[in-house]
């Protein structure tokens, strides 16, 4: 497996890999890892759709790319994900994923026609004092300490932050800064978690610092993702023929390690109640779903808070019954040990009148039944004791959502706190008592609250106890590579797969896994796209460095400048390149 840039190898079609009509192929899980996987080994591995079996131990695929009419509960979506155009195997894989609703059209292509139609972009950031504009103004008010301290871990080693937490390398002075505000709330960093994985971000996403403070540089679907994403690659894979086994829990993969050389040769799992092994060849292809961010997700709803589930969970079991047969599997302990470390909560209202939507209108200053983009990203009330967010997506957000109704999302990083009207954890609350905590950061008199909380809205919590678990700090090795050294017929795909060339939590890093795994195990004979190479681009960084000093220019700031770079000849000489222009380009000098 090699990579690839520009459009030379993106348009072009890879040749049959050799003896592939020989190999089948199973896939534990059916998130988008496992179901990208499976669309790769049939359009680029060119695999019979009969050879290919998705093991799921739930009812439905799909993983934490969700979004449900349950018939119970109502609308439900645990969370939401974030797209832009530098999602480069994303985009690769949907342009072959035939839309639903759109004759001869791509998934891609009616993304790509919605999204510059309709741009994304949020005219309220964040609130204050009950709805309230907080008044950021699109600033990211870093003092020259803060830069300077950005600047350092975007320039660190990988290996000198391994194990460290964001406080080992920020002091308090970035820690008060709306850059952190904006960063933590969009990503759903805690101060606790990994620098690495920060230091990541950044450098990944240097591009779309500008649009940090108002999510111009975001995407979204149409719907939620399990509608937009999830069914129409199920229906492409089901009519090539591949087998979807639904209820079905792996609880081990067993593998022959010897001389360096690793084969999987046995899939240990219960189906209906019952121990069933799969014996494997070296014909036989397996791709692992090692973890999940969802894994163990509890509902409430109006009247019940959600139960925290304490336990280790399916998904994290099998990491950990496959780690202990060679170290290069990885060490999931680290992502799973520390529950109340990687918990937070989410939770679905629905507006069932007409009685909520005007406080929406006066906040996100659009209609939200305009079909077009509403809020354009999440809402953060800064002075929330829960640090709450909230959004609402293009609506109907559900293609069964009924005219006149509105769904929304809310989340609280801070689940363990008493909130500012309800004067309890979130993790206790009821959807009840959340929509009430929410309405009073909304601006609703308090005296009307709690009648429009029960009687106009509904509202599904859900407490999510490894929603952050790949955050956690980590060294080398912890996670296992997609395809491990040695391994003959395996791989590990989705966020706790490690492939160094892009950052987790993201739908990108599912699908790049999952390429890289076929790509490798095949022998794909075709470029796996890299990452978008921002952080190399001169301009992109003279670009973000401008948005970040908020309008200052450079002469403004006391930088630790050698005095031999401010002599009159090193300037003279400068002039006379074209370095000057680009300083002037992007407003630094």
């Not at 920020?170 to 920060?198: C, G, P, V």
Request: hydrophobic letters at 35%.
């Amino acid at each position: 497996m090699y990579y690839s840039n520009g459009n030379y190898e993106a348009f072009a079609r890879p040749q049959k890999p050799a003896n592939v009509d020989k190999k089948s192929a199973y896939l534990v899980g059916s998130g988008l890892a496992s179901l990208a996987a499976a669309c790769f080994l049939v359009r680029d591995g060119q695999m019979k759709g009969e050879h290919i079996h998705i093991l799921e131990e739930l009812n439905i695929a799909g993983g934490a790319c969700d979004g449900i009419n349950d018939p119970s509960k109502g609308f439900i979506i645990r969370g939401g994900r974030e797209m832009e155009n530098h999602f480069e195997c994303l985009w690769d894989l949907f342009r072959s994923i035939p839309s639903l609703e759109t004759e001869d059209a791509s998934v891609l292509d009616e993304f790509y026609w919605l999204n510059k139609k309709d741009p994304n972009y949020s005219l309220m950031r964040a609130t204050v004092n009950r709805g309230e504009d907080a008044h950021t103004d699109g600033k990211f008010t870093l003092t020259p300490k803060a830069s300077m301290e950005i600047v350092s871990l975007f320039m660190s080693r990988d290996e000198d932050l391994y194990d460290k937490k964001i406080t080992d390398v920020f002091t308090e002075e970035f820690f008060t800064s709306n850059f952190w505000l904006y960063w933590r709330t969009m990503f759903a960093f805690e101060d606790w978690h990994s620098a690495l994985e920060m230091k990541l971000y950044i450098q990944r996403f240097i591009h779309h610092i500008g649009g940090l403070p108002d999510f111009s540089a975001l995407k979204f679907t149409k719907y939620n993702q399990y509608e937009s994403l999830i069914l129409p690659m199920i229906k492409y894979l089901e009519e090539h023929g591949v087998h979807f086994q639904y209820d079905t829990k792996v609880t081990n993969v067993i593998f022959d390690i010897n001389n360096g050389k690793k084969v999987a040769t046995k899939i240990i799992c219960e189906h209906s109640g019952k121990e069933e092994f799969i014996d494997l060849l070296e014909d036989d292809l397996v791709f692992i779903t090692n973890g999940s961010c969802t894994e163990n997700s509890t509902l409430g709803d109006d009247n019940h808070a959600p139960i925290f589930n304490d336990s280790v969970g399916g998904c994290w079991e099998l990491w950990k019954n496959i780690a202990s047969q060679d170290p290069s599997f990885g060490n999931p302990d680290k992502f799973c040990g520390n529950k109340q470390a990687t918990t937070w909560e989410s939770a679905t209202v629905t507006t069932l009148d007409e009685k909520i939507p005007p406080y929406i209108e006066k906040i996100c200053k659009r209609d939200p039944f305009s079909g077009k983009v509403v809020t354009g990203g999440i809402i953060t009330v800064k002075d929330s004791n829960w640090l709450m967010s909230y959004t609402l997506n293009r609506q109907p957000h559900f293609k069964s959502q009924p005219k006149d109704q509105l769904v929304v999302w809310v989340y609280g990083l801070f689940a363990d706190v008493p909130g500012n009207y309800i004067k309890k954890p979130m993790r206790e609350c009821t959807g009840i008592e959340i929509t009430e905590e929410w309405l009073y950061h909304l601006g609703v008199p308090e005296a009307e609250i709690h009648e429009l909380a029960t009687k106009s809205a509904h509202c599904i919590p859900c407490m999510m106890p490894y929603i952050t678990a790949f955050f956690m700090p980590r060294a080398k090795g912890d996670r296992p590579k997609v395809v491990p050294e040695g391994s003959v017929n395996f791989a590990f795909i989705g966020q706790f797969a490690d492939t160094v060339r892009d950052t987790v939590f993201t739908t990108e890093y599912s699908v790049r896994t999952a390429m890289e795994a076929v790509y490798t195990l095949l022998d794909v004979d075709r470029g796996v796209p890299e990452v978008f190479g921002s952080c190399y681009d001169i301009r992109v960084l003279l670009d973000s460095t401008s948005k970040m000093l908020d309008g200052k220019k450079l002469t403004d700031l006391h930088l630790p400048i050698p005095p031999s770079l401010l002599d009159g000849r090193v300037m003279q000489m400068a002039s006379k390149t074209v370095i000057p222009e680009l300083l002037k380009r992007y407003n630094l000098i």
